[in-house]
């Protein structure tokens, strides 16, 4: 049987998470653009992403922000924001 080498080391609490999440906020102005504008109904293009990923990111940040008469959606690959 090999030996293993290992080290542990006492610490006085764990470090907190740093915050994952951040990525989703880079759509903020996507959504500030549209609550901005007289639109109902608008399509985002955002090349190089695919529209779920998309959907995605800006349903957590309309969650984020209590956001709950923008509804986004994808449809046929692309990706929409409605208000009601």
Same mark, same amino acid.
């Given at each position: 049987?090999?030996?293993?080498?290992?080290?542990?080391?006492p610490?006085?609490e764990? =470090?907190?998470?740093?915050?994952?999440?951040?990525?989703?906020?880079? /759509? *903020? =102005?996507?959504?500030? *653009?549209? %609550?901005?504008? &007289? /639109? +109902?109904?608008? +399509?985002? &293009?955002? =090349? !190089? @992403?695919? *529209?779920?990923?998309?959907? %995605?990111?800006?349903k957590r %940040?309309?969650?984020?922000r !209590?956001?709950d008469?923008?509804?986004?959606?994808? @449809?046929?690959k692309?990706? /929409?924001? &409605?208000?009601?």
């Open positions: 049987m090999s030996d293993i080498h290992f080290t542990i080391t610490v006085e764990k =470090p907190t998470r740093k915050n994952r999440r951040k990525g989703f906020r880079k /759509y *903020a =102005p996507i959504i500030d *653009a549209f %609550l901005e504008s &007289e /639109y +109902k109904l608008v +399509k985002v &293009e955002n =090349p !190089g @992403r695919e *529209a779920s990923y998309v959907r %995605l990111q800006l %940040l309309c969650k984020e !209590g956001l008469s923008v509804d986004v959606t994808v @449809r046929n692309e990706v /929409y924001l &409605e208000k009601f």
